[in-house]
Each structure stands twice: as structure tokens, then as C-alpha cells.
């Protein structure tokens, strides 16, 4: 859920970053071959277009805000898989800016992707700070 409500009901744009697509994106793709993937992504997509009409559920958990923008974690679940975005371990990291109504996904992962000496929120900060500094700049 979001703190503070988006000022409007608008669609946002969204772009997936560069690094999640080397990084994570590109494993979901090869192990769930065929139309899985491509529907889950879309699927992804949709969502996140309508931002507004999820953020008051537990399926959007927000991290960090700044000024016009939020860090929020976002739980998704593969195309016939059967079980809940949120025991499916799945999430997006995703940098919501309002002003100019964009969502950039920075990351795409599974719960089995986290190193194991810390923990996720740790990953998270830690890899944004380190991979997008001009966005966490925002937030801090």
C-alpha cells in the first residue's frame, strides 16, 4: 500500500530498465519457455499502467518516497502457476514517478535469486543505491 494516495487516475508509462533485463528478466524468460513469460510480462505491464487502482492493496508494498516520486515493491506471480502473487515469492522494483507519470522496473526476481547474507529490503537499497544513484538520489 502506498502512504499517501497518486494525485490522479491517470495511466503511467512503464519501462523496463536495461539491468533488469540482463539480469532477471532474461532467466524468467528461459525458464518459463513459450508463451508463459511473454504473458506474464504483459501482464506486469498492465498492472503497473493502472498503478492507481492497485495502491491500496498488499500486492503494492511501498519502500522509499522523495519528492513527486515512490519506491514500492511490486508482487507478481508466472502465467499458470497457480498460486498467489504473494506466496509466489516474485517482485518488481519499481521507481514511480508522478510528475511525469512514468514507472521504471529496476528490478524483476524471485525470492530465490536474494544472496543469502542479507536480507531483501538490504538487496534492494543496496542495489539501487550502487545501479540507479540518480534515482535513489531522489528518494533520500
Known amino acids: 500500500m502506498f ?6 487516475s491517470e495511466d503511467y508509462r512503464i519501462f523496463f530498465s536495461e539491468y ?22 504483459d501482464s506486469i505491464f498492465q498492472d503497473l499502467k493502472r498503478v492507481h487502482s492497485m495502491q491500496t492493496t498488499q500486492q503494492v508494498d511501498e519502500l522509499k518516497s522523495g519528492d513527486g516520486c515512490k519506491l514500492f515493491k511490486y508482487d507478481f506471480v508466472v502465467a499458470q502457476s497457480g498460486v498467489s502473487p504473494k506466496a509466489s515469492g516474485n517482485r518488481c522494483i519499481v521507481f514511480l514517478d508522478v510528475a511525469n507519470h512514468r514507472q521504471d522496473v529496476l ?25 540507479f544513484s540518480d534515482l535513489w538520489e531522489k528518494l533520500n
Open 3 to 8: 502512504t499517501n494516495p497518486l494525485p490522479d
Open 20 to 41: 533488469a533485463q540482463r539480469h532477471h528478466i532474461k532467466r524468467f524468460a528461459k525458464d518459463y519457455k513459450g508463451k508463459r513469460w511473454i504473458i506474464t510480462q
Open 107 to 131: 528490478l524483476v526476481y524471485g525470492k530465490n535469486d536474494l544472496p543469502k547474507n542479507m536480507s531483501e529490503t538490504q538487496y534492494i537499497y543496496k542495489t539501487i543505491a550502487d545501479e
